[in-house]
C-alpha cells in the first residue's frame, strides 16, 4: 500500500497540478498488464459525441480497474487546448496517464492536466 500523501506528490510531479483530491489515505498499486486489460474492455466501447466520449471513457475504465485496487484516478484538463478527459494509474514503480480510448499516452506535451481526482 502506499499512503496518499506519497501519491499526492508521485501525481504533482507526473501532471504538475496541484489540484489532487485523494479520495483514499491509501492505495494500492496496479500493474501494467491490468490496465492494459481494461484499456481493451473500454476501447471496444462505441463512441457517441457528447453521450460515450472521453469522461465517460475515463470513469469506465476507473470502474473496471477499481474492481481489482484503487489505483486509478481520473484526470481532467485539455488536449491539445481543448477540454479533454483522461485516466491517471499508480504502478508498482511509477506513474502512467492512459488516453482510455486508445492506450497509453506516450506524447505527454499534448496533455495538461488541471484537476486529478483518484
Partial sequence: MISSRRVYWEILKETHTP??????TEY????KIT???NIDLVKNLNYIPNLMDCD???FALKGYADIKGNAI??????????AHTWNIAILGYGIIQ???QHG????KK???ARVVII
Fill in 19 to 24: 489540484f489532487i483530491f485523494l479520495l483514499d
Fill in 110 to 112: 499534448l496533455y495538461s
Fill in 104 to 107: 497509453i499516452i506516450t506524447d
Fill in 56 to 58: 465517460n471513457y475515463a
Fill in 35 to 37: 490496465v492494459l486489460e
Fill in 98 to 100: 492512459i488516453e482510455p
Fill in 73 to 82: 484516478g481520473i484526470v481532467y484538463g485539455k488536449y491539445k487546448g481543448l
Fill in 28 to 31: 494500492l498499486p496496479t500493474v
